[in-house]
């Protein structure tokens, strides 16, 4: 049972919008920011949001972070194949001298 | 560009000692205060982050994991190390490498499949 509640798919057709979300809790979302990866499989993962919703680099601008209290979402605009994948958010939790936590992933399917 | 290469070894028995080392090239891994961690993927599971450590020497680790688990630094050899006891079936996994800064784990090792 991951800390942070991700639904396990989630799916859309090309050009579409998808919401991906994301539930913790005081301790982790609701006082440290959110992260996003996407993890093609097979490969290590990538940063595709950080601090809740900024964009590296390279990102393309269909990809859009927010943060609302305790929980959180990554929308996916304009659908591509490629991006087909798993998500995962994360972030710091402050209990227990402080760690890391993810949330249990996304796979998105693009039909 | 910065560069993480996991390597250690790739089958273990249960009950034995895992140690993984990762190995920092194109940077400094003392240079600045960034975290250094470990993140482990259980076949066809979600990410799970082990543990980390500062270039001060701070480390920081899993809750569920800590009686096991210790990371550790060689900062003149730019490597930092994975050390898990008594492993059973539940730790085989792919396990990463990776830099935690402010964009968050980035980059990432290509990761080194481990079986018990």
């Known amino acids: 049972q991951s800390v942070l509640a991700q639904p396990p798919s989630a799916s859309g057709i090309p050009g579409q919008k998808v919401t991906i979300s994301c539930s913790g809790s005081s301790s982790n979302i609701g006082t440290n920011y959110v992260y996003w990866y996407q993890q093609v499989p097979g490969t290590a993962p990538k940063v595709v949001i950080y601090r809740n919703d900024e964009r590296p680099s390279g990102v393309p601008d269909r990809f859009f972070g927010s943060k609302s209290g305790t929980s959180a979402s990554l929308v996916i605009s304009g659908l591509r194949s490629e991006d087909e994948a798993d998500y995962y958010c994360?972030?710091?939790?402050?209990?227990?001298?402080?760690?890391?936590?993810f949330g249990g992933g996304t796979k998105l399917t693009v039909l | 560009q910065l560069r993480l290469q996991e390597s250690g070894p790739r089958l273990l028995k249960p009950s034995e000692t895992l140690s993984l080392t990762c190995s920092v090239s194109g940077g400094s891994f003392a240079s600045s205060s960034y975290q250094w961690g470990w993140i482990r993927q259980s076949p066809g599971k979600g990410l799970e982050w082990l543990g980390s450590i500062l270039n001060t020497g701070d480390t920081y680790s899993n809750p569920s994991l800590r009686s096991r688990l210790t990371v550790s630094s060689a900062t003149s050899k730019n490597q930092f190390f994975l050390n898990l006891t008594s492993v059973t079936a539940p730790d085989t996994a792919i396990y990463y490498c990776?830099?935690?800064?402010?964009?968050?784990?980035?980059?990432w090792g290509q990761g080194l499949l481990v079986t018990v």
């Open positions: 994360a972030a710091w939790d402050d209990t227990l001298n402080g760690h890391w936590v």
């Open positions: 990776a830099r935690i800064r402010g964009v968050g784990f980035d980059p």
